[in-house]
């Protein structure tokens, strides 16, 4: 299921919403795997920066903002890539976008980050809608036990998530037609996009798991030091439970010391 959902996202991320953001020049990244440059135009910036995750990323702005040149995506492009192999690529793979985009996002936000800017700078609005706005869904997972306990049914909560998770699918539905009607130019990959109709169903999932990923790296960002290779899903859940038996073991002492002071 997760390659079918990346595929999914890939469609609508290359397709609808980068060509929106090219034909406004506010294309936010050229992702490194499907970039081509000018040689005289590349020449001319910092090259990538070794500083940054985010290379592609910082490449993009580089062009745009310090050389003031154009960035656009090519919509007729052909392009192929390997898919995730496995929930712990993902993992690392959000990880290291996340931590990306916030590396550049702060490089180029001095000073153009107070919320006035937020109609006339797209990067003020990018982060907002691509970073306040989308973790409400995970406030959601414990808003419930909350409002279990403070009476509500069951079957209201219940009823609620299912209202809200309808609400997520229908965009992906809307998103879905916007695609398919933009690949008519290139029937059999149409064909098989309009196959994969049912992703929109456990898209919500895949982007509710990709939420809590991100907030990872946001956290990994703030305390860890930046580095290609990120830790895996594997690594993180021993580093995290050591921590608990460290913090258990300490809870436990401070317990005995107490007892012995009666």
């Not at 299912?162 to 229908?170: D, G, N």
């Not at 798991?209 to 860890?224: D, E, F, K």
């Amino acid at each position: 299921m997760g390659p079918k959902n990346e595929y999914y996202e890939y469609a609508q991320a290359f397709l609808s919403g980068r060509t929106i953001e090219s034909s406004k020049d506010q294309l936010f990244t050229m992702s490194g795997a499907f970039s081509a440059f000018r040689r005289e135009v590349l020449m001319e910036t910092f090259l990538y920066d070794i500083d940054s995750i985010g290379e592609d990323t910082d490449m993009t702005f580089q062009i745009r903002t310090r050389l003031g040149k154009k960035v656009v995506i090519c919509a007729d492009a052909i392009f192929y890539v390997e898919p995730i192999s496995g929930f712990s690529e993902l993992y690392t793979q959000r990880q290291r976008w996340q931590r990306g985009e916030l590396e550049v996002t702060e490089n180029y936000m001095t000073q153009s980050s107070s919320l006035k800017r937020f109609f006339n700078n797209f990067l003020v609005r990018r982060m907002i809608i691509d970073h306040t706005f989308v973790f409400p869904r995970m406030i959601w997972t414990f808003a419930s036990i909350v409002l279990i306990a403070f009476g509500y049914s069951t079957l209201v909560v219940g009823m609620s998530y299912l209202l809200i998770y309808s609400l997520y699918v229908f965009v992906a539905l809307i998103n879905f037609a916007s695609v398919a009607i933009l690949l008519r130019k290139y029937p059999s990959e149409q064909h098989y996009y309009l196959h994969l109709w049912w992703v929109t169903l456990t898209l919500p999932v895949y982007q509710f798991v990709n939420s809590w990923i991100r907030l990872v790296g946001i956290i990994n960002a703030m305390t860890t030091k930046a580095t290609w290779r990120m830790r895996g899903i594997n690594e993180e859940t021993s580093r995290l439970m050591a921590v608990l038996r460290d913090d258990g073991k300490t809870l436990r002492e401070q317990y005995r010391r107490r007892r012995k002071g009666k």
